[in-house]
């Protein structure tokens, strides 16, 4: 049974997935697989390998003997940087991102291995990652001085004059001690994969943080199908974090039932959540609450939601790694409340889409100053958000900040009701985000429904779908096409916030 390195580290957070792999690959399910960073993490690593200059890039292909020959070929030839150098010892099988000449003798050549990472700092599995590829390479006779990780800068800041700078972009950091560190059981752990893997027998492995730790696994719903509907699993993180439930589940407590029998000491959230869905009960409703957070409110009410872009590569100046930049916006803006429904002509909407290619900030900013008088008061769904951007923006542009600033302090969270659980539904499960609250307080309401929308869900989506937009290959009618779906996906969500504090107005 062979390894690579992607299957080592798998192994590492969990055996079982390797065995899963390879003897019941039809329960994976792929889903939890985000395209988009695997997409992130192969133009970082594009990037990564210009950061010497010079380099030589070994091919793909299916069949690893024509990598390795080719590898030794640039090896014999004392190629100063190498990027794909593959290798293979005792069936263990890895590629280097980048593999550096040091020096040396003519006896004796010395070799950095450089790993990529498209994320801002270093972790313990990618501690796994070099081990093992250092374990490799000195296993075919290479004599490695040094193993560093080069990951992105998060505080680089895009300077427009001059593009990108690569080795500002790119930190290194010297992971050789660690590296040395994890050399002294590595061969027993490669030997403990590769005999469990071929055992006969499914292997009994428990479930626990490893489960989504370093990655959410593509088999928790078939290794998590013994965990009752109701179980403290079913709890918020804010009612009971997750190394507590670990720590019930491995007492024996799992359902719901049981926690509350068992004596357990449970903070508000925790026993009102678990009550509620043991008991079937109707929905929490504090009306007190909920009339102190209408009474914040002013009409008229401008209901704000963005959608942003976030690259790891920034593609305009001023920004750094992985920053949030708003590119779209919807704004449902309700002039007067009525008893019980507010009527439909009293809703006007408006909207924004950035043009696409384009650095989006100052037309939005603009755009968001002239559809939100000073003074008004706005809505969001979990404020943070928008305020964040909202900031960033006025950060970036002096003139525009007092308005921004304006806009910013007015902004209150239709979210508060559900977190502090004055409004609280079984049907909530264990999240009050507007996907979770929504569907349970709007049924069966077709025109509330995300999914019936084409193109775009989710944010995810969303964030895809913009970036598809500066495709040349598009044509104007797939061009529409997205522009539209972009729209009413946003729209939805502004819609949804409307609906919800009408919901609350009818409560009370």
């Given amino acids: 049974m062979n390894l690579s390195k992607s299957r080592y580290c798998k192994g590492i957070q969990c055996p079982k997935i390797l065995w899963l792999d390879e003897h019941k690959s039809e329960e994976r399910d ?32 299916s069949d690893k003997s024509m990598m390795l020959a080719e590898t030794k070929r640039l090896l014999d030839a004392g190629t100063a940087v190498i990027c794909e150098a593959s290798f293979s010892h005792n069936g263990n099988f890895c590629s280097v991102d980048i593999l550096r000449f040091c020096g040396g003798s003519a006896e004796v050549n010395s070799h950095e291995i450089i790993e990529v990472k498209s994320t801002t700092s270093v972790k313990q599995n990618y501690i796994d990652d070099m081990a093992f590829q250092y374990y490799v390479l000195s296993g075919c006779g290479l004599n490695i001085t040094k193993v560093s990780l080069m990951h992105i800068n998060s505080e680089y800041i895009l300077n427009e004059e001059g593009g990108l700078n690569i080795q500002e972009f790119f930190k290194i950091q ?8 994890a050399q002294k059981d590595i061969a027993v752990k490669i030997e403990y994969l590769k005999n469990y893997i071929i055992q006969a027998n499914e292997p009994v492995m428990d479930i626990g943080s490893q489960c989504y730790d370093p990655y959410e696994c593509a ?33 024996g407590i799992v359902a719901l039932e049981q926690l509350l029998s068992s004596g357990e000491e449970l903070n508000a959230a925790a026993r009102l959540q678990a009550e509620t869905l043991v008991y079937s009960r109707p929905p929490v409703i504090d009306k007190d609450a909920i009339c102190a957070f209408l009474d914040t409110l002013r009409r008229p009410l401008y209901f704000l939601d963005f959608e942003t872009m976030q690259e790891a590569i920034p593609p305009f100046k001023g920004l750094h790694p992985y920053m949030q930049v708003p590119f779209q916006y919807s704004l449902h803006i309700q002039k007067t409340p009525c008893a019980g429904k507010y009527q439909n002509n009293d809703l006007e909407h408006r909207e924004f889409l950035a043009e ?36 960033e923006l006025a950060d970036f542009f002096s ?35 507007i996907k979770n609250v929504l569907p349970a307080l709007c049924p069966d309401d ?25 495709k040349n290959m598009l044509t104007i009618e797939e061009k529409h096409q997205i522009k539209t779906a972009l729209l009413a ?19 009370i």
């Avoid at 010297?174 to 560190?181: A, G, N, S």
């Avoid at 559809?371 to 900031?391: Q, T, V, W």
């Avoid at 077709?446 to 500066?470: I, W």
């Fill in 30 to 61: 792929d889903s939890v697989l985000n395209q988009r960073v695997l997409d992130t993490g192969n133009r970082v690593g594009d990037l990564a390998m210009q950061y010497f200059g010079g380099y030589t890039e070994v091919p793909y292909s």
């Fill in 356 to 391: 696409e290619g384009k650095d989006p900030r100052r037309s939005i900013a603009e755009r968001l100053c002239a559809d939100i008088p000073l003074h008004s008061c706005i809505l969001a769904y979990n404020m943070s958000f928008e305020k964040g951007r909202i900031k």
């Fill in 399 to 433: 003139d525009l900040a007092p308005y921004l600033m304006n806009i910013h302090d007015n902004i209150k969270d239709l979210m508060q009701p559900f977190q502090s659980f004055a409004y609280y539904s079984k049907d909530f499960g264990s999240s009050y985000s």
């Fill in 489 to 507: 996906y946003c729209r939805l969500d502004t819609l949804a916030m409307v609906k919800i504090l009408e919901k609350l107005q009818e409560m």
């Fill in 174 to 181: 010297d992971c050789t001690e660690d590296v040395l560190l």
């Fill in 219 to 251: 088999y928790c719903a078939y290794c998590w199908k013994h965990i009752p509907e109701k179980s403290i699993f079913s709890l918020s993180g804010r009612a009971l974090r997750f190394e507590k439930k670990l720590e019930l589940y491995r007492s």
């Fill in 446 to 470: 077709p025109e509330l429904d995300y999914k019936t929308l084409s193109l775009v869900q989710n944010g995810g989506e969303a964030q895809a779908a913009y970036a598809r937009l500066s």
